[in-house]
Structure formats: structure tokens, C-alpha cells
């Protein structure tokens, strides 16, 4: 079963880059008393996630510091690395988009959001989802059928459903 809105998210270790090389961070440490948007992505360089999903937060990421929101959260099944550098690549970085890695899956399979598609290579991947989340509650939710399409979950969306 997948989070729904009401939901508190549960407690989940994932990875960044820091000044060091990768580090742990606790999701319910940046939650805590704030408000966060989340979107996950199947993976990074992928066509829609690449030119669709991450430009749409960049592009409505003023307006989502407009409504309160205190922090962008990517999230794929992917390495620190790789997000480090997509992260660059993109521009989502300069944005002020925090990129974070749920390397082995975990958070996205306690949510009930993965998926497989091994014809393609992806395995135990995100399904593509945006949601706001208050203090670790889930506010709003907006999930895809299908993870080749970004219209639910991407920041322009997001923000109409605010």
C-alpha cells in the first residue's frame, strides 16, 4: 500500500554529497517543524525525469518559497554521485533543489512507491510522485499512472494543488 495524504512519512536514512564525499542524512531531521515538497523520479539522466520532471521544480521553485515552503527534495534510486552530478547538470543544484539518493530503495519501498521495468534496466526504482509534507505529515500527494509521464507530479501541478 502506498503513503496517502495524512500519512507521516516514515524515518528514513538517504545520501548526499558533502564536502567529504557521501553522507547520511535523516529524513525525519529535515522535516522536522518545516515544510517540504518531495518529488521522486525513476532515475537520474532519464528522458522525462531529465528534461520534464527536475526543470519543472526549477522553474516554480520561487513560487513555492512564496507559499512557505522551506525546502525542495529530489529523490531517486540512484548513488550520491550520480545525483551530485545530475544535480549540476541540470541546474537543480544552483536552484536550490536538494538532491538526495535512496540508493538501496529503502524509503521508496517503506512508502510503497517502487516499481521495476527490467526491459528498460530499471529495477526497484521510484514510481514519480510529488507531495508536500508538514512536520512529517503528507498534505498533498500526487502520484503518476505511468512513469514515463510527468502532469501530476510536476511543480506546476503541484503548486495548483496547494
Not at 512519512?9 to 548526499?16: D, E, M, V
Not at 514510481?127 to 512529517?136: I, L, N, S, W
Request: charged residues 20%; aromatic residues 6%.
Amino acid at each position: 500500500m502506498s503513503i496517502s495524504v495524512g500519512d507521516t512519512l516514515p524515518n528514513a536514512t538517504l545520501g548526499q554529497m558533502g564536502a567529504d564525499g557521501p553522507e547520511q542524512v535523516q529524513l525525519g531531521d529535515i522535516l522536522q517543524g518545516r515544510k517540504v515538497v518531495i518529488f521522486a523520479v525513476p532515475g537520474a539522466f532519464t528522458p522525462t525525469c531529465h528534461s520534464a520532471h527536475v526543470p519543472s521544480f526549477i522553474r516554480t521553485k520561487a513560487d513555492f518559497d512564496a507559499k512557505g515552503v522551506d525546502e525542495i527534495i529530489c529523490i531517486s534510486v540512484n548513488d550520491p554521485f550520480v545525483m551530485k552530478t545530475w544535480g549540476a547538470d541540470t541546474g537543480a543544484t544552483k536552484a536550490g533543489i536538494t538532491m538526495l539518493s535512496d540508493a538501496e530503495s529503502s524509503f521508496t519501498k517503506a512508502i510503497g512507491m517502487e516499481f521495476s521495468a527490467a526491459p528498460a534496466g530499471l529495477i526497484e526504482r521510484s514510481k514519480r510522485y510529488a507531495m508536500v509534507v508538514e512536520d512529517g505529515k503528507v498534505t498533498v500527494f500526487q502520484a503518476e499512472e505511468n512513469p514515463g509521464v510527468c502532469e501530476v507530479s510536476g511543480g506546476e501541478a503541484l503548486l495548483a494543488a496547494m
